[in-house]
């Protein structure tokens, strides 16, 4: 069975893995098969939440030097960009996203990757989706533990190839902002 657009709802007591296994496996795929396009966070509030749980080591076999316990956003952000992939992060000019953007671009550097990190903030930054080669997650949520674990969501998983030829187009058109 394929699917090319999936609506997933969710709230703090349905749907959560759901939402949490839809970004690992679109990260990992992307971590499998690196480079091309530029994948893309949009998320006006982002945190460097838990993306693997890798307590059990179930996910060592996909890449060795990741420890056993918890693999958050920066780091896995940043081993992407090590295998090749570039990454554009569009957010606010709020505090809240300070933490994670220095966490990021420290990683990055410290990992010699840092030409690929690309970050833009935006004062009226509304939009909220996470891009990769082959999926596009967009919706309600932010890329927070409140919008991954409490909070009421929307999100649509999508597929389709000229779907996420506009949404990149879109996210690109960040880089030539002024605002």
């Known amino acids: 069975m394929t699917f090319e657009t999936r609506r997933i709802f969710k ?10 296994e839809l970004l690992q496996l679109m990260f ?3 971590y499998l098969a690196p480079g091309g396009d530029r994948a893309w966070l949009v998320s006006p509030w982002v945190s460097n939440v ?5 307590r059990a080591g179930g996910f060592s076999s996909i890449n060795p030097d990741w420890r056993q316990g918890e693999i958050r956003l920066a780091e896995l952000m940043t081993d992407l960009m090590a295998r090749g992939t570039s990454l554009g992060l569009a957010t606010n000019h709020d505090a809240h996203n300070d933490p994670f953007i220095e966490r990021l671009t420290t990683a990055a550097q ?12 935006r004062q009226h930054l ?6 990769v080669k082959r999926g596009l997650l967009t919706g309600s949520m932010n890329l927070t533990y409140r919008g991954l674990e409490l909070n009421d969501e929307v999100v649509v998983y999508d597929t389709v190839p000229k779907t996420l030829a506009e949404a990149r187009l879109n996210f ?7 605002e």
């Open 11 to 20: 709230s703090a007591v349905t749907s959560q893995n759901l939402i949490r």
């Open 28 to 30: 990992l795929g992307e």
């Open 50 to 54: 838990v993306l693997l749980d890798n």
């Open 110 to 121: 410290e990992s010699a990757v840092a030409e690929k990190l690309t970050v833009v903030r």
């Open 126 to 131: 509304h939009t909220k989706g996470v891009l």
């Open 172 to 178: 690109e058109s960040y880089l030539g902002s002024t």
